[in-house]
């Protein structure tokens, strides 16, 4: 999973670069992106936003079961809740991040 969305990242960081740069790549990228718009476009931005939420929900439904597991037992914590809470945080985070460049690229773009 953090292999996608740190793969994600890195093609919203090209995106941006491409962007602040005026190259014929730039042209050729918005006229993609306009071409993607059109029609189904934006149902599959908002299934795919939709999709991201509800796993990051899940993720953050972990982390709050394990927090909730840690501080029943009495306040110590195993080393494998340790090592999934770190990851559970690091996966949200970077849901949390990602969803959020996301939107406001599609916000900026579409002004």
């Not at 340790?82 to 949390?96: K, N």
């Amino acid at each position: 999973m953090i292999q996608l969305l740190f793969t994600l990242i890195f093609a919203e960081m090209a995106l941006i670069i491409i962007f602040v740069f005026k190259t014929p790549l730039r042209k050729l990228v918005i006229m993609g992106l306009d071409r993607v718009k059109r029609g189904r476009g934006p149902l599959i931005v908002k299934t795919v936003a939709g999709t991201v939420f509800v796993v990051m929900m899940s993720t953050i439904y972990s982390v709050a079961s394990i927090h909730t597991r840690w501080v029943d037992e009495g306040g110590d914590i195993t080393p494998t809740d340790q090592i999934l809470l770190a990851q559970h945080l690091l996966e949200a985070s970077l849901m949390g991040n990602q969803t959020l460049i996301f939107c406001l690229s599609n916000l900026v773009y579409q002004f």
